[in-house]
């Protein structure tokens, strides 16, 4: 069965500090997809970000980057210089060819706090 | 921009009541999820259709109900009402293949 850890639940910074919010997964899959969501104290969730298994480049948009492992099941993001409206929950998320089935697994969220 | 709209945003009902949170939308997806999220943030899988006529029960058991008549609809009940059934609903969509689920902006349930 696939799983999402996020191990922080809550983080803290001052506005312009770099922060990385960390996520580890599971799979016995060879191929799955990778993504971050934002979901901003407005309730929705915002797509941020996929990546699937094959592709280990690491992306940069804007402040935001990402850092993906698979020797070591992670896939983290970076806020550069962060702002006080980047203050959200972020969650990253699994998914797994089941058949063509596909279903997302979410991690339990990381809730970020920008600190003017 | 995701084009999924979800009504109503907040509802107070009591207990006992059947409701029915509604789920739209414009994209023209096949794959719709209904997802319950906790107090604590964690969000939960209910329900899910990868189109017409196909509903499938998700990863969290849930006493809801949902139907998939029409592609672009997907809307979920509750029979009877209970302060358990408090909480957020958020509806996504995506399009076949693992591409990125569109979310709506969630319906707050509170059951008195």
């Known amino acids: 069965a696939q799983k999402v850890t996020q191990a922080q639940t809550e983080i803290s910074v001052v506005e312009k500090e770099d922060v990385t919010l960390d996520c580890v997964y599971e799979t016995r899959d060879t191929t799955y997809y990778l993504f971050w969501y934002k979901q901003p104290p407005s309730g929705e969730l915002v797509f941020l970000i996929r990546?699937?298994?094959?592709?280990?480049q690491n992306e940069i948009s804007g402040r935001y980057s990402w850092n993906f492992q698979k020797s070591t099941s992670s896939f983290n993001f970076t806020i550069t210089a962060s702002q006080v409206v980047d203050s959200a929950v972020y969650f990253c998320a699994l998914s797994e060819p089941l058949g063509g089935n596909e279903k997302l697994t979410f991690g339990t969220g990381t809730r970020l706090t920008i600190i003017p | 921009e995701a084009d999924i709209y979800q009504t109503p945003r907040y509802l107070v009902i009591g207990t006992g009541k059947k409701i029915t949170l509604e789920c739209s939308q414009t994209?023209?997806?096949?794959?719709m999820y209904w997802y319950q999220q906790d107090p604590g943030m964690e969000l939960h899988l209910i329900h899910y259709?990868?189109?017409?006529?196909?509903?499938e029960k998700g990863d969290l058991s849930s006493e809801s109900t949902v139907s998939r008549i029409r592609t672009e609809h997907f809307p979920l009940t509750l029979e009877s009402a209970r302060p358990s059934h408090t909480s957020q609903y958020l509806c996504a969509s995506s399009s076949m293949g693992n591409t990125e689920a569109f979310f709506g902006q969630g319906t707050r349930l509170t059951v008195v």
């Open positions: 259709s990868y189109g017409v006529n196909s509903t």
């Open positions: 994209m023209g997806h096949d794959k």
């Open positions: 990546r699937n298994s094959f592709d280990e």
